[in-house]
């Protein structure tokens, strides 16, 4: 995937929709910039991971670094917490 982009007020780039969402990428995720060469390299830090909902309703984990263990487990406890508090949000709603 390549896209081209222009360099904003106070050297702000945007990256675009498409691929924050291929990279499961959203506001708050913290990326690493590191010159390579001429060039820039931009990636996620290795421990930003989460628990998002794809479309058909089964938990994914993006991020890098899901392969630790410890990191997996707090990933899908922190979306089981978010999860709890939207059913409970809900169940508020109605009474």
């Known amino acids: ?8 007020k106070a050297g702000r780039l945007v ?5 924050r969402e291929t990279l499961g990428m959203r506001e708050g995720t913290r990326l690493r ?4 060469g001429v060039g820039l390299r931009v990636e996620p830090v290795a421990d930003d991971v989460r ?3 794809e479309e058909d309703g089964f938990p994914v984990i993006r991020g890098a670094g899901v392969g630790e263990r410890g990191r997996v487990v707090g ?3 922190a979306g089981r917490e978010e999860r709890e508090e939207r059913v409970a949000a809900r ?4 009474s």
């Open 51 to 53: 628990i998002e909902v």
């Open 91 to 94: 169940e508020r709603g109605r």
């Open 15 to 19: 990256i675009p929709k498409r691929v």
């Open 75 to 77: 990933a899908i406890k």
């Open 1 to 8: 995937m390549t896209d081209t982009i222009r360099l904003g």
């Open 33 to 36: 910039v590191e010159v390579v």
